[in-house]
């Protein structure tokens, strides 16, 4: 796993980002407040509000760059839906050089479909990120093409340790199960903070102390994990008194049909729908 080093991020070259929504949003928040140089960032996003242009504008990225403002960008970051696709590959095989690395973020879309609408030897990077890198502390499982190069897998990663840890995995079907366990799952904590909420209210609480509970709860949860060195089980056996409450609600969470079967078709479902992305 590889995290963020210290200094300014300097890819060394411009870098285009293709959709600026949700995910590739927080990537280019995150490269700016890692101190790239905005000068050197490029974006296409027809859907960007105005105000969010000029705030860009202002900071020096240009956004909606014209043929001859930026050639060879040491790398194209694609994150539109993955049904866009073959509506935002054309802009980034055309400002693509040969030294580009094209980072694509799309869920399902695999290193093959990502090539056809490429030159042939373009060095290609199938990434999945996930939404806490809006924080700093997103996880990216990334796979290389065959004409990435050292050089331009370590620009990818730090590109990508902007907003979090980057791990690698050298065959390509894993990103489906990465994007089912990391890419989606952010989805499952906060679904599970809802229905924990739910069922406080249930067990008498008022709801907006049930929601404050239920938040906090997971909140702390989340740094206690992420600052001690012992593994969630332990952490888990550590709030589990003999025969207490926790023993007793682990009994029902713990069961056959519990919560390690759901989440396994859970993660099973969401594995299968990347694959059915690819087409
Ligand atoms: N959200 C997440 O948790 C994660 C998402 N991803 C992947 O990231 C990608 C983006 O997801 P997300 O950020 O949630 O989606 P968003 O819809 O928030 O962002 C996509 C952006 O791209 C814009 N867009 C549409 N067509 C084009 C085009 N031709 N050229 C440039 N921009 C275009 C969209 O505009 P408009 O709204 O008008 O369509 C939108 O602003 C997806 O492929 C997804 O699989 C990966 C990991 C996690
Ligand atoms: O739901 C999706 O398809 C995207 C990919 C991972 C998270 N969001």
Redesign the pocket.
Known sequence: MTSHEAGPLDPGGPVLL???????GALLDGWLARGLDPKTAFV????LPDVAVEKLERLGCTVGPQAGQLSNPVAILV????Q?AK??LP?AAAFAGPGTVIIS???GTTLSTLGRGLAERQAIVRA????PAAVGRGVTGCVAGAHVTADQRALTDRLLTAVGDVVWVEEEALIDAVTGVS?SGPAYVFLMVEALARAGVSAGLPADLAQTLARKTVEGSGVLLSQSAEPPEVLRKNVTSPNGTTAAALDVLMADDGLAPLMERAVAAATRRAKELAG
Do not use: E, R, S
């Open positions: 293709v959709g600026a929504g949700k995910m590739g296409i996003d027809p859907a994150a539109v839906k993955p866009m509506a935002a802009a973020i799309m869920a999945m990120p996930n939404t890419g």
